[in-house]
Each structure stands twice: as C-alpha cells, then as structure tokens.
C-alpha cells in the first residue's frame, strides 16, 4: 500500500533510542508500575467523580493528578512559566507543543488541562477509548483532507466556548533531538474563534542528560514506551510555558512564530553523546499508522 503523503512522518525510530545513564533496577521498574497501575486506578475513578464539579475545580484536581502520576512513575516535572503571574489562567486558548511520548499529554495537563486532539487511533485503543471520549478527546482522522476543515470547526467551537484545546502541530512524534514542521491547520481554529495560542515546549533529561529513551518512535507500542520510562533512572520533564500569542496574522505566521519559540535546540555534545543518526531513515508505515 502506497504511503499517504498528507500524513506527518518522521525520520525517528529505533535508532533514536538512547540514553547516556544507566537503567533503573527491574526491581525498581516493576514497583513503579504496581503503583502506577493501582494509584492511577483510584485517580481515574475519582477524576470521573469531577466531572460534576465546576470547571475550576476540575481543573485544579487533574493539574494535582498529573503531577502524581509523574512522580509515581519516578519522573520529576520542572514548569518554566514565563508568562506574567496575573496572566496564567487559560481561556479558549489552543494549546501547541512539541510531540516526542506519551507522557506529552500528562506534562500538559500539569499545566493546563484541557481537551486534546488526538489521531482517531489512539481513541480507539483497547481500554483507553471510552475513558478518552468521556473525557472529551477530539479523535482527528489524520490525512482526510475532506475531514479536516469539519475537524477545525469543531475546535474552533469548543475554543470560542471558553475551552481550551490542546494540539500536537508537528503531526507525529519526534525523538526530541530535532523537530518536525509545524502544520498550520488548526491555527485556523485561533484565528476563526479570535482566541490566543499558548506555546508550550518539551523536553526530557535522564539524570541531567539529554535522552530519547521516553519517545513514541517508529513500531513502539504503548508498552515498549512504557518500559523504557519505567527503567530510567532520573527521568525529569521540562515544560517552558512561553507568553500567549495573540491570533494576529494568518495560520501560517501564527505557526512559524509557535514553531520557532518551541523547536528544541540540542547541542552538539548532546547529539555526539546520544549518537542518534537523524540520516537513518525510520520504516516505511502504512497510512494512519505512525505514532502522534
């Protein structure tokens, strides 16, 4: 089956996978997932619990989950906020950041919980999506250039409704080491609902490394990704909020601009100590099929 070219890839795979510090125990990884597994449980159950509850409320109770979950999982949560301190309440403001794991989504809620988009395979996940639609996640058909502008509506909507969405414009995951092109698309959303756009940027260090180990890459499943982070052994997540930017301009400006505040700058130390080989390309996939 012939690739569809609408659909974002990466040049990110197995190859990428490196870290410079050694793993955590087994030991350790197994006790982790035990918590995270039995803990998560009661913090899900709860969260359903919120939905009764004022927006606020709600809000203030999955930013405190997040940063559970993460420290449960022996991750450590920086947040750069560089917005003013009376300027960090989020209203109908599309949410973008650089798209490198799973972990992406729990970083961003730490800070702003909101609904994602999220490619329609990922909805549809065994034992994720009925949590994923009762939560409000906007499954995206990736590559449906018929279904797109309907996708942007919608988002448009529930922005000018005062909600919050959060998108991943790169399209797929990248290693972190380098960053895709951001797709424009749903900076329309900004622009039609007259809201600003929050540029949030992401990065992983492994006791004070550079590291590719918690990325979604290539065939990784949600399990192989999971292992890796469980076995880290100092995973700390950086998320740098930068100012909100006002829908001036058209979608293309506006992303450009979200683009060069968040691509990740990598020294060449780093790169020469994770020799990770960007020349290397990833696996051909079939159509909807890579990680986003």
Sequence with gaps: MTANIWVPSSPCGPHCVHTPANPATRLRAVVRAGTVISVGSIIAMVGLATLLLPRSARHRYWRGAAKVTLRLMGITLRIDDRRPTDGRRVHGALVVANHISLLDIVAVAAVTPARFVAKREVVQMAGFGPVARLFGVLPHIRGDLGRLRPMIDQVGRVLDSG??????????????????????????????????????????????????????????????????????????????????????????????????????????????????????????????????
Excluded: K, N
């Design 163 to 292: 909600q919050p969405v959060v998108v991943f414009p790169e399209g797929t995951t990248w290693c972190g080491t380098a960053s895709g092109r951001f797709r424009p698309a749903f900076f329309q959303a900004a622009v039609d609902a007259g809201v600003p756009v929050l540029p949030i940027s992401l990065r992983y260090t492994d006791a004070g490394h550079a590291t590719t180990m918690p990325g979604f890459l290539g065939d990784d499943t949600v399990g192989t990704t999971m292992s890796r982070v469980l076995r880290s052994a100092d995973l700390t997540i950086t998320v740098t909020v930068f100012d909100l930017q006002l829908p001036a301009g058209s979608r293309a400006e506006l992303a450009a601009a979200a683009q060069e505040l968040i691509a990740p700058t990598v020294s060449s130390d780093d790169l020469r100590e994770l020799a990770v080989d960007l020349a290397v390309p990833a696996p051909l996939r079939e159509p909807g099929t890579t990680a986003a």
